[in-house]
């Protein structure tokens, strides 16, 4: 989240109503219901876990141990466990 100053995005006299209530404050404006992005989704990160966990949930059809894919990916046998076992896609 970055500083906007409230000159550069609001009209004259919606800046005049709002400074009735508050100023030189920062001031958090949500973003609108349903327009929020999931966790991981601006970064990336969470397509990036989604491709990690199916490429998790293949070696291990492939034969490969839980043990082998722990030591691998840097992560403990039960989250191993939870992610190969998951019926989440």
Known sequence: MKYVNGNAVFPERLLEEIQQY???ECVYIPQREGRRMAWGE??????????RNQAMREQFRRGVSIEQLALGYHLS???IKKIVYSTKP
Do not use: I
């Not at 601006?42 to 491709?51: F, I, M, P, T, V």
């Open 77 to 79: 046998p039960d989250r």
């Open 42 to 51: 601006r970064s990336g990160q969470r397509a990036q876990l989604a491709r």
């Open 22 to 24: 508050v100023q030189g």
